[in-house]
């Protein structure tokens, strides 16, 4: 929860923070990046580490790296040092999540326990991140701009003391030395795909983002040819050959697409079009992490009597019902409108999302459980990324659009550009405006990002609908391997955790 939280606890601190650090444009934007980068490059490399020296003592180097970083950052006296606290703690959390991930495969060996562990482990994640930006409003209500990143800090001591106590350590007893040229290749490719797709959202399908695209590509691919060789790969691409592994690894990373890229559109919706203040849209998007939560429980339980792909075909049927409802937007829709639209689609993508997190971990032998979670990690992180930049672009060019065709009078030319370009230029630009001339700009730009958004989700309801059946019939012909055999008393996991207790 914490790890995702910090992602964006942040958001709402900015205006403060800008006027205490006076921060370039540049640096307030690597300031806001550099932690998801951080995390999603280093997620492979950290989650193999942890199979071959310990997933617990991964975890606790990992919470002493958080609460340093997460001081750091509550106490930086520059930009410059807050960039750097903020990409220690990404490196931070790029340890815990697989560590608790894979813990959690190792801890459970019966199946319904191990499916009801991932599923609270699922929540959390969610919950983190709606809840952040209510946190950081409570904080910031009393605190100074810092004060957000100390609330990791008595969790993690919490964690320091109780995690020698209760969790067991597990390792790979054969796992070979890291490969040092495979951790640079992951970390490079990752993060060079992860900003291309960054800047394709922001600014649109330029030179930059599309040369860093093509780099973290060409990387992806030397990487992937690297693990072929090796006898000890950091990513076990045999585990591709499972087909729960593979179908759910790809059903899972256009899950995300869709569930944070229409996240990201909807909360500018609720700010910019219906106009709300940001902790009150944070208050309006919890219904549809609630409603989530209570379908993924719910879904573990249906998934055992009927089977997975039954669930996975399900969920994605709720979603595209909740994208239809979505399609129905106008400049115009209430707040009623997008709540239940977006509960609909978290109530129908979120048990998806923990299912397939689920059949990653349990395809992966027991001690390549770690690099199986950073697998399906880092497919989250990757989805997130593509989700805001792709459905980000494709709005971003039907608004530019419509604008372009209905651009009320009024307007001055040296302002035309900026109000085709993005909504929140149009409303700046608004406000400078008189009476019905700022009035008539704000209604068309209104409009036009509602019917961007609407065209997003009517095109998304077929796709989801075709992904539902091609999941349903590839999950139905797996082979359903037998569970998982407990660790006997012998086992090198076994005897480490003996021993320590």
């Not at 190792?106 to 952040?132: C, E, K, N, P, Y």
């Not at 495979?182 to 970390?187: Q, V």
């Not at 992806?220 to 593979?246: C, E, H, I, N, T």
Request: aromatic letters at 6%.
């Amino acid at each position: 929860m914490l790890v995702i939280m910090d992602m964006s606890v942040l958001h709402l601190a900015l205006p403060t923070l800008s006027r205490d650090l006076s921060p370039s444009g540049t640096q307030l934007l690597w300031i806001t990046d550099v932690y998801g980068f951080v995390i999603a490059g280093a997620m492979i490399t950290m989650g193999t580490l942890g199979d071959r020296i310990g997933r617990r003592r991964m975890l606790l180097i990992g919470a002493v790296a958080f609460t340093l970083a997460s001081v750091l950052a509550a106490y930086a006296p520059t930009a410059g040092a807050l960039i750097a606290a903020r990409a220690l703690l990404g490196l931070a959390g790029a340890v815990l999540g697989p560590s608790t991930l894979s813990l959690i495969s190792a801890m459970f060996q019966d199946a319904r326990q191990r499916a009801f562990a991932i599923t609270v482990w699922m929540t959390s994640f969610m919950l983190g991140g709606a809840i952040g930006p209510l946190v950081g409003g409570v904080l910031l209500e009393f605190f100074w701009w810092g004060s957000v990143f100390l609330v990791a800090v008595p969790v993690m001591v919490f964690l320091l003391v109780a995690g020698p106590l209760v969790l067991p350590e597990v390792r790979d007893p054969d796992a070979g030395r890291l490969d040092l040229t495979s951790a640079a290749l992951s970390l490079a490719g990752i993060l060079l795909v992860v900003l291309g797709l960054k800047e394709v959202a922001k600014e649109g399908f330029g030179w930059f983002g599309l040369l860093a695209l093509a780099a973290g590509l060409v990387t992806g691919y030397l990487f992937v040819a690297r693990q072929r060789r090796l006898s000890s790969p950091l990513l076990d691409l045999k585990l591709f050959a499972d087909r729960g592994f593979s179908v759910s690894l790809g059903v899972l990373t256009l899950t995300v697409v869709f569930m944070l890229g229409s996240q990201f559109l909807i909360s500018q919706y609720i700010q910019m079009v219906v106009g709300l203040e940001p902790l009150a849209s944070a208050v309006w998007s919890l219904p549809m992490v609630i409603g989530g939560t209570l379908a993924m429980f719910t879904a573990q339980a249906v998934a055992g009597r009927t089977g997975k792909a039954a669930v996975f075909g399900a969920g994605l049927t709720v979603a595209a019902l909740g994208f239809a409802v979505l399609s129905r937007l106008d400049g115009t829709s209430g707040i009623g409108h997008v709540v239940v639209g977006s509960t609909l689609l978290f109530i129908g993508l979120m048990p998806v999302s923990s299912l397939g997190i689920g059949m990653i971990v349990d395809a992966a032998p027991p001690e390549r459980a770690g690099s199986a979670a950073a697998a399906g990690e880092t497919t989250q992180e990757l989805g997130g990324a593509l989700g805001i930049a792709l459905l980000g672009s494709i709005l971003n060019v039907a608004y530019h659009r419509r604008m372009t065709e209905t651009l009320p009078d009024g307007v001055p030319d040296s302002a035309r550009a900026a109000v085709t370009d993005t909504l929140p230029g149009a409303l700046e630009t608004a406000a400078g405006l008189p009476g019905e001339a700022g009035s008539a700009l704000i209604g068309a730009a209104r409009e036009a990002f509602a019917e961007g958004l609407a065209s997003i989700a009517l095109g998304a309801v077929p796709v989801l609908l075709a992904l539902a059946v091609t999941a349903v019939v590839l999950l139905r012909q797996r082979h359903v391997p037998a569970p998982r055999a407990a660790e006997s008393p012998t086992s090198p996991a076994h005897n480490a955790g003996q021993h320590h207790a």
